[in-house]
């Protein structure tokens, strides 16, 4: 690091603790930001894969019986379960830290390999939970945009009771009244839409029909999951924007002549957007471990319904590999967060 | 003595202290009440708590009791049972009312937890530099990172499903956003001049934290812990929903899992639905509310706006 300032630019007693301040000062280069950021992640993730072990070695009763009990287990998977969870714990934890994202031990529902469980379960979720995403960023930003600008209107009153009111929801209770609502009916509605799953399984998945199949289904689970999200956003975004409301470039920006709506649009909103970016990119990592209880509801099959049915076994192995690609997601998303916002606004860096 | 003696001239540094503390409560209640939303939030509370205190006085814990329900099988509402009955014959009413008890023990007490910890782990990783501080710090960045709900999950398969458990798993995995708010105003008291003058004293660790720190990040708590609470009262709900919850209890949310459980969808009971979800969210609510308006007594800077 001190060969990067030349020596007699300034000859300080104790080269180190000077020179690394000053470079913070001026704020670190984004690859050199990108590069810290992405090996404390790392750290991170040694600490899930350490506690990933040690938590599951907590639960109570024997593991090899509570494995096997009632169901046909080949030679093979004894084999693997006996090296994974006898003799002493550091023997076990030396055995796991080999390979702790390709376990062996397959799936107690599924008797597969449960990354190939996984792997069948993540589209669904994908879809559903993505397109819920990208659904609720649009409308949540834009109600908070609305709401913040024109704080203390009609509008802002209502937009902010409804999304405190979604904010306290329990989403799969929002998920149950919608299907309760609009598949089962009541009184005068009639049940329009599918109880559950993705499509209908006398068509074909990728004829046009099929498709419209699975929209259907994908209506009440993705409509709850966007009514959800959608109050994050826009209680972030109105906070955001009332904070930018009050600096004094949107004075100048006036005083320069533009329209309100340009104010806004070019000067205010672009500022504020700043903390619903890391908001996004954090759930981005939520993604993936979907709704758990939505999905359910709705036997959605994806992850979220197989970490449902993991619990209920509980199928310990699933578990433990859901758990892991759950934690890496998050942490995966909180890294590209914040390099994402320090490349969008050095002053985070410094 | 001297108090008595002296009159109104000289007054003991701890009546000084009490009449500022009484003059800053009054301040704060002026600025509390005058946010309606806040004011809602108490009162929905209040009515909460009553009823939770209340209900088995009004019924008997056998009414709840699966082999003792005498009410017709998922009735709807009539005036026998205002809130309509469940599968199993139960009122519905009754459920709710007893619900309510194990919600709000769960999310306090919960909360309480997490606050606990929360606060030592903040003032310490904010007050201690070097090792201690930087590795709790870490710390609380990598519970903050794990995600909330497969560790809550994996944790209650762990524990168990009891009452205390399913306060213990709520409560040491809800602690780190407090400890990370903590920390920030720690560090902010950190550079002030009276801690300065209190080290030159002689101050140790301990006194500076408990006597300057402390007081000094208790009010920001205060403010978080209801919106904590709003949050723990959501988590309960959603794990007895997956069947994580205490399994000899009546909650909001195993209510809910009996619905989910036991076709009360798709035979149309919304009667047995609709209310234990309504009070979630009255609840929750009503602690968001609390919370935003005590947020505005802690923070000038709100006020305006």
Sequence with gaps: ?350 | MTEATAGTRYRSPRAIAWARRRASWSSSWGIFRKQRSGIAGVIILAFFIVVALVSPLIWPASDLDVSQATGPILAPPSWAYPLGTDYLGRSVLTLICWGARVSLIVGLAATAISMVIGTLVGIASGHYKGLIGAGLERLTDWFLVIPFLPLAVVLATILGPTLQNVIVVIGITSWPGTARIVRAQTLSVGARPYLERAKALGAGDWHQMRRHVLPNVMPLVLANTTLTVAVAILSETTLAFLGLGPSDKVSWGSILEDVFQNAGISQGAWWWLLPPGLCVVLVVLAFTLVGRALEVVVDPRMRER
């Design chain 1, 1 to 350: 690091m001190s060969s990067i300032i030349p020596a007699d630019v300034e000859p300080p007693p104790s080269p180190e603790a000077p020179v690394r301040r000053r470079q913070r000062g001026k704020g670190e280069s984004l690859g050199r930001y990108s590069v810290r950021r992405i090996l404390t992640g790392l750290g991170t993730t040694v600490f899930v894969v350490v506690v990933n072990f040690f938590l599951f070695h907590m639960l109570p009763g024997d593991p090899l019986t509570n494995y096997t009990r009632g169901r046909n287990v080949d030679q093979n998977q004894i084999r693997e379960l006996r090296k994974a969870y006898t003799g002493p714990l550091w023997v076990q934890f030396k055995h796991y830290i080999r390979n702790p994202f390709s376990s062996h031990i397959d799936s107690a529902q599924f008797s597969q390999p449960v990354w190939k469980v996984i792997g069948d379960h993540v589209w669904p979720t994908l879809l559903l939970v993505g397109t819920a995403t990208v659904l609720s960023t649009i409308f949540g930003l834009l109600i908070g945009i609305k709401a913040g600008w024109r704080r203390g209107s009609r509008f802002d009153k209502w937009s902010t009771g409804s999304t405190l009111v979604l904010y306290a929801m329990p989403e799969f209770w929002l998920g149950m009244m919608l299907l309760i609502l609009f598949s089962t009916g009541l009184g005068p509605l009639p049940g329009l839409f599918p109880s559950g799953g993705v499509h209908n399984p006398e068509l074909s998945q990728s004829s046009p029909a099929g498709v419209l199949s699975i929209l259907f289904h994908l209506a009440l689970p993705c409509a709850t999951l966007t009514l959800i999200y959608l109050a994050e956003y826009s209680l972030v975004m109105r906070a955001s924007v009332l904070e930018e409301k009050s600096q004094d470039y949107l004075q100048t920006a006036r005083a320069k002549g533009l329209r309100d709506k340009l104010v806004r649009r070019r000067h205010a909103v672009p500022n504020a957007l700043l903390p619903s970016i890391t908001l996004i990119f954090l759930n981005l990592g939520f993604i993936i471990s979907g709704a758990v209880t939505i999905e359910t509801v709705f036997s959605w099959p994806g992850l979220g319904e197989l970490t449902y049915e993991a619990i209920r076994g509980p199928d310990v192995p699933l578990l433990q590999a859901l758990f892991l690609l759950f934690s890496v997601a998050v942490i995966a998303s909180n890294v590209a967060a914040d390099i994402v916002v320090a490349s969008v606004d050095p002053r985070t860096r410094s």
